[in-house]
């Protein structure tokens, strides 16, 4: 038999990961930056038995504009910050607590 079967994590089985491989697609792992390459972070694909799962986010840092036309500084947990518009993020937890940081209940009300 020309396969190789890895023990993986129940999670990674419940997305969808098969455990065989053919012999010849894995290859040696080297280890990378995790700063040059950011996002391998088993952390960042943690999903939970709900649907609403999202990556976890640590903070919004600052926005810029207004209404849903408003861009957001992301940190991740990694410690890189990224840009994100509004409709990438209206639906994270952690947009939720940043409206409540600065006391408002609707994007509308965030102040430029």
Not at 60 to 79: D, L, Q
Request: glycine residues 8%; charged residues 20%.
């Amino acid at each position: 038999n020309n396969s190789f079967k890895v023990d993986l994590p129940r999670k990674l089985i419940a997305r969808g990961i098969h455990p065989i491989f053919h012999s010849s697609l894995p290859c040696i792992h080297i280890a990378s930056d995790d700063r040059l390459f950011p996002g391998r972070s088993d952390g960042l694909f943690d999903e939970t038995t709900n649907s609403n799962s999202e990556w976890s986010a640590k903070e919004i840092r600052s926005h810029s504009g207004s209404g849903m036309n408003a861009i957001f500084e992301i940190v991740w947990p990694t410690g890189d910050v990224t840009w994100l518009p509004y409709h990438q993020i209206e639906g994270l937890n952690v947009f939720k607590r940043y409206l409540e940081e600065w006391g408002v209940a609707h994007i509308a009300d965030l102040p430029n």
